[in-house]
């Protein structure tokens, strides 16, 4: 019984406690895709519990909104890269392009 208790505890304490703390509090522009993916999730997933505060909702859904144009633009530049690199035009001359820091 104290088991199974300890256990509950363990998943509530799990479920109250933030997530991505510090990733939230860096700037969209500076996380790396993965991290920035894997934030919007868990405020999707706080969002779609419906158990915070309008005024909670509505931060989250504007920080969500700049990961997610975070994670557009990191997509089209991978999507650039990808292109130059598998241009099969024998004509065509390499192109150079800026790599982030992040990458």
Do not use: Y
């Amino acid at each position: 019984m104290i088991l199974q208790t300890n256990a509950q505890w363990g998943n509530l304490h799990a479920a109250t406690k933030p997530r991505n703390l510090d990733m939230s509090r860096k700037k969209p522009e500076n996380l790396s895709f993965e991290e920035a993916l894997s934030e919007l999730e868990s405020l999707v997933d706080r969002l779609e519990q419906g158990d915070i505060s309008l005024e909670e909702s509505l931060k989250s859904f504007e920080r969500g909104i700049a990961l997610t144009r975070n994670c557009q633009q990191a997509l089209a530049k991978a999507e650039q890269k990808v292109s130059i690199l598998s241009d099969k035009t024998l004509e065509a001359e390499p192109e150079t392009f800026e790599v982030d820091a992040k990458d």
